[in-house]
């Protein structure tokens, strides 16, 4: 059956600065047709935007399919799609198949940049391809270093592929804000967004006791 004709008639997704992460009610027992349609119909009520992780580290041939699905079930509901490609974890890469885990050697990049593209294909509307960057920059300098020959080349491959998607990174607060790394997306060069994770309540008891410059420095970039 189509994707139509599971769906059936999808509702308007929501205008608003709003969106979910993708994550079905019954993941842990077993995700079926019916729990995606949900998610997607209870996202669309939300607001206009649902996000995917991609885990570079298990990637395969299913895990794409399976992405290139609920991409075109989030359009079904006439929802953007906002991709984000996980690649690094405690400041290093983590690649498929056994290759290593650094960006210092070729078949790792190149294998990275082969799967960004193929992600990008699928021609979301904003890809993330290295979320948290700055912890790589913080705490694997070298690896950041390395990573940043990479970046520049994907970046305009990737506009070549999808014009219209919005390629960049996001950072995590705690560092942007408390190593004042305000600079480093002017290291990596091109974007079209700077993403932000926030974990405030790791900092400040309540919302009361953040500083208005908290948030003032990742607005004014």
Do not use: C, H
């Not at 997607?40 to 995917?52: E, L, P």
């Not at 593209?117 to 021609?123: P, Y």
């Amino acid at each position: 059956m189509s994707l139509s004709g599971l769906v059936g008639a999808a509702p308007v997704a929501k205008n608003t600065p709003f969106g979910v992460t993708f994550t079905t009610a019954n993941f842990q027992r077993g995700v079926t047709i019916a729990d995606q349609i949900d998610t997607f119909k209870n996202a669309s009520q939300v607001g206009s935007t649902i996000m995917f992780v991609y885990l570079w580290g298990t990637s395969n041939a299913t895990e794409l399919n399976n992405l290139g699905t609920r991409v075109a079930m989030a359009r079904q509901f006439g929802l953007k799609v906002f991709i984000q490609f996980s690649s690094v974890a405690r400041g290093k890469p983590t690649p498929p198949d056994d290759l290593p885990e650094t960006w210092t050697r070729a078949e790792t990049r190149d294998r990275y940049v082969q799967d960004v593209i193929q992600v990008a294909r699928l021609k979301p509307d904003y890809l993330n391809v290295s979320p948290e960057v700055n912890i790589m920059a913080y705490f694997q300098p070298d690896e950041f270093d390395a990573f940043k020959g990479i970046y520049p080349n994907l970046y305009t491959k990737l506009k070549s592929i999808t014009p219209a998607t919005r390629v960049g990174l996001s950072y995590l607060d705690l560092l942007w804000v408390g190593r004042d790394q305000a600079g480093l997306p002017d290291e990596l060069g091109a974007r079209d967004f700077i993403g932000i994770t926030t974990y405030p309540d790791n900092v400040f008891g309540s919302v009361a006791e953040i500083p208005a410059a908290w948030y003032g420095l990742i607005r004014s970039a």
